[in-house]
Structure formats: structure tokens, C-alpha cells
């Protein structure tokens, strides 16, 4: 069970904005910025959005990030096949005093 | 483009030892915060531990306290993580990761390291 919710799975159509929701709580995405991760089948990690709305070099602005309360959410516009992938939010949690992931949402591109 | 190898992954006995290392270049090692992640086969990913630029601050996974410890040498560029009293819960692909604060802000990772407990 992770502290960090997310649905385990969501779809679009190529051209359609989806988006990803990310449920914690008070310890973490309250009081703590939240990071987007985009995982490729077999591949590393990568840094998709950081400090909730943030998109590091050569991320595509079709990624955007948000965050309100004790919830972020990752929304994907103009949905491409390349991005069919494993999607993981994560946060630091104080009263945990340390980093905790969301149980990932795996993304399919119809 | 930034580099972290890791290396030293391997199937063990449960009880056993096992030390992971990472090795970075083509950034300066000593000014990043650096932490492991982990993910089992088929899981998502679990944060294992972390450790500021000089070492003097760690912080460790309820799941990993006592038996995991984190460690740096600058002077190397690499990062390690001694694994001791190894479960069967502890197999999964172990990556390092560089980030700019203590939370999981992982701008690099390595291609990760397999490690396997199994008798």
C-alpha cells in the first residue's frame, strides 16, 4: 500500500489530453513539492515534472504538472504512442522523513 | 551528460551481504544529495535512502534501518550502499540517483544493478 495514491492504470487516444491523479496527505504533498517520473518498459526512471509544476530541459510542453492541497495531478496533452509508459509521482514525507512514491499509473495509448 | 554506473548486484543467500556501487562523472559528485531507489520485478518504485553532499546526513526506508547503510567518498566520485541480513524482499533492480535537495527530485539515474535473494 503506498502512501501516495494513484489510479494503476488510465488511456487516451493519439491527439487526446489525459491526466493522472496523485492522492497523498498532510506529512507529504500538503507541505512538500511533488515530482513527476516517466518509466519506458525496461528502461531507468526519468525526471518528467519537479517542484510540482517544473519541466526540466527536453521534457515537452505537452507535460504539465499541478498540485492543490493534498493532491497533484500530471496531465498529458496531444497523447502520442511514444508516451505509452509507467507513470510514478513522488514526495518527501515528514513525518516519515523520507521520500515516498505513488504506486504508479500505467498509461496505454489506444 | 551526467553518468552514474552502478555495479556490484548478484543473486545471494537470505542473510547474506551484498555492497552496491555507484560510480559518477561528468558533474561535480560532491555538491549533489544522492539516494538509492529500488523496484522489484513487476513493482513500482520504492525510495531506499539518501545521503547529503558530505555524508553527514543520511535518512533510510523503515524497511531497510538497521540493515542497509549508505555512504559516499567524494575523493572517488561514488556512492554505496552495504546491505547486510538481505530478505527475499530486498531482489529488485537498484538504482542510484542524483538530485539537488533531500526530496526526490531525481534529475539522473543509473541503468540499475539486479539484485536477487534467493536460496
Known amino acids: 500500500q503506498s502512501v501516495l495514491t494513484q489510479p494503476p492504470s488510465a488511456s487516451g487516444t493519439p491527439g487526446q489530453r489525459v491526466t493522472i491523479s496523485c492522492s497523498g496527505g498532510s506529512s507529504n504533498i500538503a507541505i512538500n513539492v511533488v515530482n513527476w517520473y516517466q518509466q519506458l518498459p525496461g528502461t531507468a526512471p526519468k525526471l518528467l515534472i519537479y517542484s510540482n509544476n517544473q519541466r526540466p530541459s527536453g521534457v515537452p510542453d505537452r507535460f504539465s504538472g499541478s498540485k492543490s492541497g493534498t493532491s497533484a495531478s500530471l496531465a498529458i496533452s496531444g497523447l502520442q504512442s511514444e508516451d505509452e509508459a509507467d507513470y510514478y509521482c513522488?514526495?518527501?514525507?515528514?513525518?516519515?522523513?523520507?521520500?515516498?512514491f505513488g504506486g504508479g499509473t500505467q498509461l496505454t495509448v489506444l | 551528460e551526467v553518468q552514474l554506473v552502478e555495479s556490484g548486484g548478484g543473486l545471494v543467500q537470505p542473510g547474506g551481504s551484498l555492497r552496491l556501487s555507484c560510480v559518477a562523472s561528468v558533474f561535480t559528485f560532491s555538491r549533489y544529495w544522492m539516494s538509492w531507489v529500488r523496484q522489484a520485478p513487476g513493482k513500482g518504485l520504492e525510495w531506499v535512502a539518501n545521503i547529503n553532499h558530505d555524508g553527514s546526513e543520511k535518512n533510510y526506508v523503515d524497511s531497510v534501518k538497521g540493515r542497509f547503510t549508505i555512504s559516499r567518498d567524494n575523493a572517488k566520485n561514488s556512492l554505496y550502499l552495504q546491505m547486510n541480513s538481505l530478505r527475499v524482499e530486498d531482489t529488485a533492480v537498484y538504482y542510484c540517483?542524483?538530485?539537488?535537495?533531500?526530496?526526490?527530485?531525481?534529475?539522473?539515474w543509473g541503468q540499475g544493478t539486479l539484485v536477487t535473494v534467493s536460496s
Open positions: 540517483a542524483r538530485g539537488y535537495t533531500y526530496g526526490p527530485d531525481f534529475h539522473s
Open positions: 513522488a514526495a518527501w514525507d515528514d513525518s516519515l522523513n523520507g521520500a515516498v
